[in-house]
């Protein structure tokens, strides 16, 4: 099987899966092991209404050279293997209508373990703290503060990659 169609049923399967719920996913929920990666992580609502102020991300383990997308109007903070994303003012704020993404980028393990980025969603009036991971499986069916999955597929044999002339 050529590796271009099966990323595509896999990302298929994941968007559907995440489309409907209201919670922080990726924007590009599968991807292969050992590549570049960018992370958008897209913010869907605020807090109860509230808008969103901040958006602490912890890097997982397995992503390697993390680099942050600055936005305009929110202050980047780095401290170890979080990223923070703080509103300057109520008027760069992310009000609960509307979404919007904070990016960031990495290199990919060579294995193909899940990683879940774990997000810190504070808003004017309350906060979402998407962490919980499931006990067994990659199923975040059932939990109410599901941190964001990214599936890692493998490339398949030497060879069969998408550079192939």
Request: include cysteine; charged fraction near 15%; proline fraction near 8%.
């Amino acid at each position: 099987m050529k590796l271009a169609p099966k990323i595509i049923a896999a990302y298929a399967l994941f968007s559907c899966s995440t489309a409907v719920f209201p919670h922080v996913v990726l924007d590009e929920p599968v991807a292969l092991v050992g590549a570049n990666y960018k992370a958008a992580l897209r913010v869907s609502h605020g807090c109860q209404g509230s808008p969103t102020i901040g958006i602490t991300v912890r890097i997982p383990s397995g992503l390697q050279g993390a680099k942050h997308q600055p936005k305009p109007g929110w202050v980047l903070t780095v401290e170890g293997s979080e990223i923070t994303w703080t509103a300057t003012s109520r008027e760069h704020a992310l009000p609960d209508a509307y979404f919007d993404e904070f990016v960031l980028r990495g290199g990919l393990p060579k294995d193909a373990q899940p990683l879940w980025f774990k997000v810190l969603q504070t808003c004017e009036n309350g906060r979402n703290d998407w962490t919980q991971i499931p006990e067994q499986g990659n199923s975040t069916k059932g939990l109410k503060f599901p941190a964001a999955l990214l599936e890692l597929i493998p490339s398949g044999p030497a060879g069969q990659g998408e550079h192939q002339h």
